[in-house]
T-cell receptor
Framework: LAKTTQPISMDSYEGQEVNITCSHNNIATNDYITWYQQFPSQGPRFIIQGYKTKVTNEVASLFIPADRKSSTLSLPRVSLSDTAVYYC????????????FGTGTQLKVEL | SAVISQKPSRDICQRGTSLTIQCQVD?????MFWYRQQPGQSLTLIAT?????????ESGFVIDKFPISRPNLTFSTLTVSNMSPEDSSIYLCSARTDRRGAGELFFGEGSRLTVL
Protein backbone atom coordinates (compact mmCIF):
# COMPACT_ATOMS: atom_id res chain seq x y z
CA LEU A 1 0.00 0.00 0.00
CA ALA A 2 1.10 3.55 -0.72
CA LYS A 3 2.81 5.33 2.13
CA THR A 4 1.29 8.65 3.17
CA THR A 5 3.00 11.83 4.35
CA GLN A 6 1.19 14.62 6.16
CA PRO A 7 2.20 17.50 8.43
CA ILE A 8 2.71 16.54 12.04
CA SER A 9 0.74 19.50 13.36
CA MET A 10 -1.30 22.53 12.33
CA ASP A 11 -2.76 25.44 14.22
CA SER A 12 -5.85 27.43 13.36
CA TYR A 13 -8.45 29.75 14.82
CA GLU A 14 -12.17 29.35 15.14
CA GLY A 15 -14.08 30.22 12.00
CA GLN A 16 -11.20 29.61 9.62
CA GLU A 17 -11.04 27.02 6.89
CA VAL A 18 -8.37 24.40 7.45
CA ASN A 19 -6.76 22.43 4.67
CA ILE A 20 -4.63 19.40 5.51
CA THR A 21 -2.66 17.98 2.63
CA CYS A 22 -1.48 14.40 2.37
CA SER A 23 1.07 13.02 -0.09
CA HIS A 24 0.74 9.50 -1.45
CA ASN A 25 3.09 9.37 -4.41
CA ASN A 26 2.89 5.62 -4.90
CA ILE A 27 -0.89 5.33 -4.94
CA ALA A 28 -2.14 2.50 -7.13
CA THR A 29 -5.01 2.46 -9.59
CA ASN A 30 -7.37 0.62 -7.26
CA ASP A 31 -6.56 2.62 -4.13
CA TYR A 32 -8.92 5.01 -2.39
CA ILE A 33 -8.02 7.92 -0.12
CA THR A 34 -9.63 7.91 3.28
CA TRP A 35 -9.50 10.30 6.22
CA TYR A 36 -10.15 9.65 9.89
CA GLN A 37 -10.51 11.94 12.90
CA GLN A 38 -9.49 10.99 16.42
CA PHE A 39 -10.30 12.87 19.61
CA PRO A 40 -8.38 12.20 22.82
CA SER A 41 -9.48 9.04 24.61
CA GLN A 42 -11.64 7.94 21.69
CA GLY A 43 -11.27 5.60 18.76
CA PRO A 44 -10.80 7.06 15.28
CA ARG A 45 -13.88 8.09 13.35
CA PHE A 46 -14.27 7.86 9.57
CA ILE A 47 -14.66 11.29 7.97
CA ILE A 48 -14.57 10.94 4.21
CA GLN A 49 -13.32 8.82 1.36
CA GLY A 50 -12.67 9.54 -2.30
CA TYR A 51 -11.09 8.27 -5.48
CA LYS A 52 -10.69 11.38 -7.61
CA THR A 53 -11.82 15.01 -8.04
CA LYS A 54 -13.93 16.23 -5.15
CA VAL A 55 -16.08 14.62 -2.50
CA THR A 56 -18.13 16.57 0.01
CA ASN A 57 -20.20 15.53 2.98
CA GLU A 58 -21.65 17.26 6.02
CA VAL A 59 -18.29 17.25 7.80
CA ALA A 60 -15.61 17.97 5.21
CA SER A 61 -14.53 18.11 1.61
CA LEU A 62 -11.84 16.03 0.00
CA PHE A 63 -9.96 17.32 -3.02
CA ILE A 64 -7.97 14.90 -5.15
CA PRO A 65 -6.05 16.14 -8.21
CA ALA A 66 -5.97 14.23 -11.46
CA ASP A 67 -2.65 12.48 -10.73
CA ARG A 68 -3.98 11.36 -7.31
CA LYS A 69 -0.54 11.67 -5.76
CA SER A 70 -1.89 13.94 -3.05
CA SER A 71 -5.16 14.86 -1.43
CA THR A 72 -6.44 17.72 0.69
CA LEU A 73 -8.93 17.47 3.49
CA SER A 74 -10.81 20.73 3.89
CA LEU A 75 -12.63 21.59 7.10
CA PRO A 76 -14.85 24.66 6.71
CA ARG A 77 -15.13 27.14 9.56
CA VAL A 78 -13.46 25.07 12.26
CA SER A 79 -14.41 25.31 15.90
CA LEU A 80 -12.64 24.35 19.09
CA SER A 81 -14.29 20.94 18.90
CA ASP A 82 -12.41 20.17 15.68
CA THR A 83 -9.18 19.93 17.66
CA ALA A 84 -8.13 16.36 16.96
CA VAL A 85 -5.67 14.18 15.10
CA TYR A 86 -6.49 13.67 11.43
CA TYR A 87 -5.22 10.59 9.63
CA CYS A 88 -4.85 10.14 5.89
CA UNK A 89 -4.95 6.56 4.66
CA UNK A 90 -4.66 4.86 1.29
CA UNK A 91 -6.98 1.90 1.06
CA UNK A 92 -7.14 -0.83 -1.54
CA UNK A 93 -10.53 -0.85 -3.19
CA UNK A 94 -12.70 -3.93 -3.11
CA UNK A 95 -12.94 -4.32 0.64
CA UNK A 96 -11.58 -7.02 2.88
CA UNK A 97 -8.34 -5.28 3.59
CA UNK A 98 -6.70 -3.96 6.70
CA UNK A 99 -6.07 -0.26 7.21
CA UNK A 100 -2.63 1.09 8.00
CA PHE A 101 -2.52 4.37 9.90
CA GLY A 102 0.29 6.87 9.42
CA THR A 103 1.48 9.48 11.86
CA GLY A 104 -1.51 11.81 11.47
CA THR A 105 -1.81 15.59 11.78
CA GLN A 106 -2.56 17.14 15.14
CA LEU A 107 -4.90 20.06 14.49
CA LYS A 108 -5.23 22.59 17.26
CA VAL A 109 -7.99 25.16 17.00
CA GLU A 110 -7.89 28.21 19.24
CA LEU A 111 -10.21 31.10 19.93
CA SER B 1 -23.37 2.15 11.26
CA ALA B 2 -22.03 -0.19 13.91
CA VAL B 3 -21.61 0.54 17.60
CA ILE B 4 -18.64 -1.18 19.23
CA SER B 5 -18.38 -1.72 22.96
CA GLN B 6 -15.16 -2.72 24.66
CA LYS B 7 -14.61 -4.05 28.14
CA PRO B 8 -12.79 -3.16 30.24
CA SER B 9 -12.42 0.50 29.35
CA ARG B 10 -9.30 0.65 31.49
CA ASP B 11 -7.37 -1.56 33.85
CA ILE B 12 -4.21 -1.63 35.89
CA CYS B 13 -2.43 -4.95 35.88
CA GLN B 14 0.59 -6.53 37.45
CA ARG B 15 3.58 -7.69 35.48
CA GLY B 16 3.33 -11.33 34.42
CA THR B 17 -0.46 -11.52 34.45
CA SER B 18 -2.82 -11.72 31.48
CA LEU B 19 -5.88 -9.68 30.60
CA THR B 20 -8.67 -10.38 28.15
CA ILE B 21 -10.39 -7.51 26.37
CA GLN B 22 -13.85 -8.08 25.00
CA CYS B 23 -15.30 -6.43 21.90
CA GLN B 24 -19.02 -6.55 21.16
CA VAL B 25 -20.59 -5.11 18.00
CA ASP B 26 -24.28 -4.31 17.87
CA UNK B 27 -24.66 -5.81 14.39
CA UNK B 28 -23.07 -8.50 12.28
CA UNK B 29 -19.84 -7.38 10.66
CA UNK B 30 -17.64 -8.91 8.02
CA UNK B 31 -14.23 -7.98 9.36
CA MET B 32 -12.88 -7.31 12.84
CA PHE B 33 -9.46 -5.96 13.70
CA TRP B 34 -7.41 -5.23 16.80
CA TYR B 35 -5.13 -2.21 17.00
CA ARG B 36 -2.72 -0.91 19.59
CA GLN B 37 -2.06 2.74 20.22
CA GLN B 38 0.70 3.82 22.56
CA PRO B 39 0.47 7.25 24.19
CA GLY B 40 0.92 10.02 21.65
CA GLN B 41 1.43 7.58 18.82
CA SER B 42 -0.52 6.37 15.83
CA LEU B 43 -2.40 3.10 15.61
CA THR B 44 -0.62 -0.16 14.90
CA LEU B 45 -2.55 -3.13 13.59
CA ILE B 46 -2.09 -6.23 15.74
CA ALA B 47 -4.22 -8.72 13.84
CA THR B 48 -7.33 -9.48 11.86
CA UNK B 49 -9.80 -11.53 13.86
CA UNK B 50 -11.21 -14.25 11.62
CA UNK B 51 -14.49 -15.87 12.47
CA UNK B 52 -14.10 -19.51 13.33
CA UNK B 53 -10.41 -19.67 12.53
CA UNK B 54 -7.07 -18.44 13.73
CA UNK B 55 -6.41 -14.72 13.59
CA UNK B 56 -4.02 -13.25 11.04
CA UNK B 57 -1.20 -11.47 12.82
CA GLU B 58 0.90 -8.58 11.60
CA SER B 59 4.66 -8.58 11.71
CA GLY B 60 5.90 -8.24 15.26
CA PHE B 61 2.80 -9.74 16.88
CA VAL B 62 2.41 -13.42 17.74
CA ILE B 63 -0.43 -15.61 18.84
CA ASP B 64 1.23 -16.69 22.07
CA LYS B 65 1.42 -13.10 23.24
CA PHE B 66 -1.88 -11.85 21.81
CA PRO B 67 -4.32 -14.73 21.45
CA ILE B 68 -7.51 -13.65 19.70
CA SER B 69 -10.88 -15.29 19.43
CA ARG B 70 -13.84 -14.53 17.20
CA PRO B 71 -16.58 -17.09 17.82
CA ASN B 72 -19.25 -15.28 15.81
CA LEU B 73 -19.96 -12.25 13.62
CA THR B 74 -20.44 -9.79 16.49
CA PHE B 75 -17.87 -10.67 19.15
CA SER B 76 -14.13 -10.92 19.58
CA THR B 77 -11.61 -11.04 22.39
CA LEU B 78 -7.96 -10.07 22.61
CA THR B 79 -5.79 -11.40 25.41
CA VAL B 80 -2.56 -9.70 26.35
CA SER B 81 -0.49 -12.46 27.92
CA ASN B 82 2.36 -12.36 30.40
CA MET B 83 2.22 -8.61 30.50
CA SER B 84 5.16 -6.28 30.95
CA PRO B 85 5.21 -2.47 31.31
CA GLU B 86 5.92 -2.25 27.57
CA ASP B 87 2.40 -3.57 26.96
CA SER B 88 0.90 -0.46 28.54
CA SER B 89 -1.17 0.96 25.75
CA ILE B 90 -4.65 1.53 24.41
CA TYR B 91 -6.10 -1.46 22.62
CA LEU B 92 -8.78 -0.73 20.04
CA CYS B 93 -11.27 -3.04 18.43
CA SER B 94 -12.59 -2.13 14.99
CA ALA B 95 -14.98 -3.59 12.47
CA ARG B 96 -16.18 -3.19 8.92
CA THR B 97 -19.63 -3.94 7.55
CA ASP B 98 -20.59 -4.91 4.03
CA ARG B 99 -22.75 -1.82 3.73
CA ARG B 100 -19.83 0.55 3.91
CA GLY B 101 -16.91 1.27 1.65
CA ALA B 102 -13.58 -0.43 1.81
CA GLY B 103 -11.98 2.30 3.88
CA GLU B 104 -14.65 2.79 6.50
CA LEU B 105 -14.02 1.14 9.84
CA PHE B 106 -15.91 1.60 13.08
CA PHE B 107 -13.87 1.75 16.26
CA GLY B 108 -14.55 1.11 19.88
CA GLU B 109 -13.55 3.61 22.55
CA GLY B 110 -10.50 1.57 23.40
CA SER B 111 -9.23 -0.27 26.46
CA ARG B 112 -6.48 1.58 28.29
CA LEU B 113 -4.11 -0.87 29.89
CA THR B 114 -1.46 0.06 32.44
CA VAL B 115 1.03 -2.59 33.49
CA LEU B 116 2.99 -2.03 36.70
Amino acid sequence: LAKTTQPISMDSYEGQEVNITCSHNNIATNDYITWYQQFPSQGPRFIIQGYKTKVTNEVASLFIPADRKSSTLSLPRVSLSDTAVYYCLVVLGGGGNKLTFGTGTQLKVEL
Amino acid sequence: SAVISQKPSRDICQRGTSLTIQCQVDSQVTMMFWYRQQPGQSLTLIATANQGSEATYESGFVIDKFPISRPNLTFSTLTVSNMSPEDSSIYLCSARTDRRGAGELFFGEGSRLTVL
